[in-house]
């Protein structure tokens, strides 16, 4: 069973039903339904706003899986060209097709559609110019005869604003949305990202992201969903503590957040040496002192602020800030260390890390855990 745009039927389920109860009633019949049927039916349904779906659609037994599908890679975009002009009579092997899927990046399946249909189109119109009635009504039998060219399908290509530049924006949103919580359906997005990347790039993303990994596993014994070669990630992918239970929190717990979190530039470090870090680290560092503060100024984790929240005292930047400041500087100093230290004894685990996911583009949880399982952090 295809369930297309479920958000738009079950979106908001909750609270107030201007339908008399109608949709929510649906919507009970419908989970009861997936949960307790009895026939083998295999049931997919897409979303475009998946935030809005009650939670009890997302329980295990009812939907199993959460699958995110993006924009189409290089490579699925040359294969969507293909099946569109073999489908409208076009011989694939006329056109370059890495040309045409150079020029389309951000389009999606639809508009490379389009776009085929438009060039097929232009050139009837080119053909029927001048023609009288009949001889036009003789091309239309024929159709399937045109030949498109090359120029005439990139011509048309460039009359097209993509999805992707329409709605940046709504898009990058459900990309951010998707990092913790979904599988990637294949490579494509990360593959599109990739695509701009220069091997050297290619190789620093790698690191970095096989820096957080291994920190990840050393504290927590977690992985993320996947890791990828990828720069639309922020640590938050490495934190695998949910955000709602911070008032359970450690001193530890917090060190160990930006241990994670410094992963990152401690494995640049150790592999190509600090003139080597890039932004990304720069920022992991903005990050993990932003954390730090929060310890000392509001959680009262500091060695000379000890015991003490600042956040009901306004003027303690002008009081006491050389002492917080020494706090937090002695809080990132320890577990730079410490991370360093780590990333230094596996520093053969790391680069074979670095090597997989060069290779693969993308590692899911499942192969991250039997990767560890191979290869121990210690």
């Known amino acids: 069973m295809w369930i297309d745009e479920i958000d738009k039927a079950f979106g908001g389920v909750t609270g107030f039903q201007g339908d008399s109860g109608t949709q929510l009633r649906v919507f009970g019949t ?75 990046q951000g389009f999606t399946g639809a508009e490379i559609e389009q776009a085929v249909k438009d060039a097929v189109v232009a050139t009837f119109n080119r053909m029927h110019r001048g023609k009288e009635t009949k001889e036009a009504e003789a091309i239309i039998d024929t159709i399937s005869s045109l030949e ?22 709504e898009i990058e949103r459900l990309r951010q949305w998707s ?6 359906a294949s490579l494509s997005p990360l593959r599109q990202r990739a695509e701009t990347l220069t091997e050297k790039e290619r190789h620093l993303i790698a690191v970095h992201e096989a820096g957080h990994t291994l920190m990840m596993w050393y504290h927590f014994r977690q992985v993320p969903v996947f890791i990828s070669i990828d ?113 230094a004894r596996n520093r053969e685990v790391l680069e074979k890390l670095v090597a997989e996911l060069e290779k693969n583009v993308l590692i899911n949880s499942d192969r991250l855990l039997e990767f560890f399982r191979e290869n121990p952090v210690n």
């Not at 349904?45 to 189409?72: C, H, I, S």
């Not at 870090?277 to 929060?294: E, H, I, N, P």
Request: hydrophobic share 35%.
């Open 231 to 343: 720069n639309h990630r922020d640590y938050n992918a490495f934190i695998p503590v949910d955000s709602s239970m911070i008032s359970t929190f450690t001193k530890r717990d917090l060190e160990k957040e930006i241990g994670v979190i410094l992963g990152g530039m401690a494995a640049e470090d150790e592999l190509y040496g600090h003139e080597s870090k890039t932004v990304g680290a720069s920022q992991d560092l903005v990050t993990a002192t932003s954390k730090a503060k929060k310890m000392v100024v509001e959680y009262g984790f500091g060695e000379i602020m000890k015991n003490t929240s600042l956040v009901e005292l306004q003027d303690y930047a002008f009081t006491s800030g050389k002492d917080v400041i020494d706090d937090i500087q002695r809080i990132i100093n320890t577990v730079q260390e410490e991370t360093e230290h780590c990333i």
């Open 30 to 104: 419908f989970i009861t339904w997936l949960q307790e049927k009895e026939k083998p039916v295999f049931v997919i349904a897409t979303a475009n706003e998946p935030e809005n779906l009650p939670p009890e659609l997302w329980r295990k037994g009812r939907y199993d899986e959460v699958f995110f599908v993006d924009l189409p890679s290089e490579e699925e975009r040359e294969e969507i060209f293909r099946i569109h002009l073999e489908k409208r009579g076009q011989d694939p092997s006329r056109f370059d097709l890495k040309e045409l899927a150079d020029n389309t």
């Open 148 to 169: 498109v060219s090359q120029s005439t399908l990139l011509e048309c290509i460039r009359n097209i604003t993509p999805l992707s530049v329409l709605k940046k924006e």
């Open 179 to 184: 990092l913790q919580r979904a599988r990637p």
